[in-house]
């Protein structure tokens, strides 16, 4: 059977475009410095997001912990969203790489209450640590691709002003924020000081990240790459997709919200599930499920479709690259059937 995949953007294979742009990208050393297509690609991130350097990495989990790395000393404390990538999913490495310890805050759908996030700063003395970083996420994943809004943002460039500390982004689907918005990214990015931009999400390349900020900051963060074994030979080679990703790829994020719209519209009212349409704002739609959204993740895949449960009742579905109208439609079908099945099933005993 062919799977139409939900699970993540992250599933996307390379465009012909990435091919014929890999196949014929100049090369070098990327550690001697001397690579053009990777100085071609951090030149472009660093302009697009409005930033003095940008430094290209294996991963986006790589890029946002030499982010933290480089703007903290060990013993630090960086304010952080409960729910963030880099603390539920990055295996404890801001505490294991930069040294620091994370003080977690409650948000709405991602965003923190600016106000709130101001009265958490600690000042370092002989009992605290001091803050010295906040992190942000946008969108944010585990809200569900939700935007933080742009007032948001600049709420909380004014508290880190306030304090003399710095505000990195883990910006893994800014671009997702910066098309939903109608904005050029950097509308987003002028907030903060660092910003980690994903290019093998909704961006379809296969591998990298490009950390931009301050020419000092990214010379920290290039010697962090080095020890973590991070840097990359004739990196080139996939840099050319990069350059593909941030030239052609962007506009048609558009695309991939407008199909999360749709299936989402089409399922809201299914029996045995529920979502808020309004919280769909790009590329992805978290669906309640009355039975155990394990049940549903299994009963989804006989229909053909693949996709990952988030809590106990809760499915996300991503969109991306790969997922054309036709697919949404059989996604869209697949979630009509198991509603069905379910429907003319006794509610005790489940689909079987
Ligand atoms: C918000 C966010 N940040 C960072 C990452 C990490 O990216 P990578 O898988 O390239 O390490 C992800 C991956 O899904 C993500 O969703």
Not at 145 to 153: F, N, R, S, V
Not at 235 to 264: N, P, Q, Y
Not at 287 to 314: I, K, M, Y
Request: net charge negative; glycine share 8%; proline share 5%.
């Amino acid at each position: 059977m062919q799977f139409i995949d939900l699970r993540s953007d992250t599933v996307t294979r390379p465009t012909p475009e990435m091919y014929e742009a890999m196949a014929t990208a100049p090369l070098g050393d990327d550690v001697l410095g001397d690579d053009p297509t990777v100085v071609q690609l951090e030149e472009l991130a660093a302009k697009m997001t409005g930033k003095e350097v940008g430094l290209f990495v294996p991963s986006g989990t790589m890029s946002n912990q030499l982010a933290l790395a480089s703007h903290c000393q060990p013993g630090d404390a960086i304010l952080i969203e409960e729910e963030a990538h880099i603390l539920y999913y990055e295996v404890g490495a801001p505490a294991l790489l930069a040294g620091v310890v994370s003080w977690t805050l409650p948000s709405q759908r991602g965003a923190i209450d600016p106000d709130y996030l101001d009265r958490r700063v600690l000042k370092a003395n002989l009992h605290t640590p001091g803050t010295s970083l906040i992190c942000l996420e946008n969108t944010h994943n585990r809200a569900g691709g939700a935007i933080i809004p742009l007032e948001m943002m600049e709420a909380y460039r004014g508290v880190a002003d306030k304090h003399g500390i710095k505000v990195h982004l883990d910006g893994a689907r800014v671009f997702n924020a910066a098309v939903a918005l109608g904005l050029p990214v950097d509308h987003i990015t002028c907030h903060v000081d660092s910003v980690s931009i994903c290019l093998s999400k909704g961006l379809r390349s296969p591998i990298g990240s490009v950390l931009c900020g301050s020419a000092e900051l990214i010379d920290k963060a290039r010697i962090w790459r080095k020890r973590l074994g991070g840097g990359m030979r004739q990196a080139g080679i996939l840099a050319a997709c990069g350059i593909v990703s941030l030239t052609k790829m962007v506009d048609r994020l558009a695309e991939d919200h407008s199909r999360a719209k749709r299936l989402a519209t089409s399922i809201q009212d299914l029996p045995g599930l529920s979502l808020d349409l309004a919280t769909v704002e790009t590329n992805m739609v978290l669906v309640n499920t009355e039975a155990p959204a394990t049940d549903w993740q299994a009963w989804l895949q006989e229909e053909g479709l693949l996709c990952f449960p988030v809590a106990s009742h809760r499915l996300r579905l991503v969109f991306h690259g790969d997922i054309d109208d036709d697919k949404t439609d059989r996604a869209i079908l697949a979630f009509q059937n198991v509603s069905g099945k379910l429907s003319h099933t006794s509610p005790t005993l489940g689909l079987n």
